[in-house]
């Protein structure tokens, strides 16, 4: 089952690098062929997976901004962190 927070976390994920968007859209493909969603939140998740999805295109989500805003749309927020390497 993928929930919002599935979605936020992998989201999360590609904005720290810890996923090309590539793997970020595959995830998203494969979690719409399973169309397994809880039901209180199904539409909201099926919504930006789709959006994901379709950001293979160029020119679709394709800002930081524009994860930022899916991130809002899932109840989440990202937090900056400096960190020394």
Do not use: Q
Request: proline content about 2%; aromatic content about 8%.
């Amino acid at each position: 089952m993928t929930t919002k927070i599935d979605c936020a976390r992998k989201i999360a994920g590609f904005l720290a690098s810890e996923m090309s968007h590539a793997e970020l859209v595959t995830w998203a493909d494969a979690a719409l062929a399973e169309e397994d969603f809880p039901e209180a939140e199904g539409r909201l998740v099926l919504g930006v997976l789709s959006d994901l999805s379709a950001s293979r295109v160029g020119t679709f989500v394709s800002r930081i901004g524009d994860y930022h805003a899916l991130l809002r749309e899932l109840g989440f927020r990202m937090e900056p962190h400096l960190v020394a390497a």
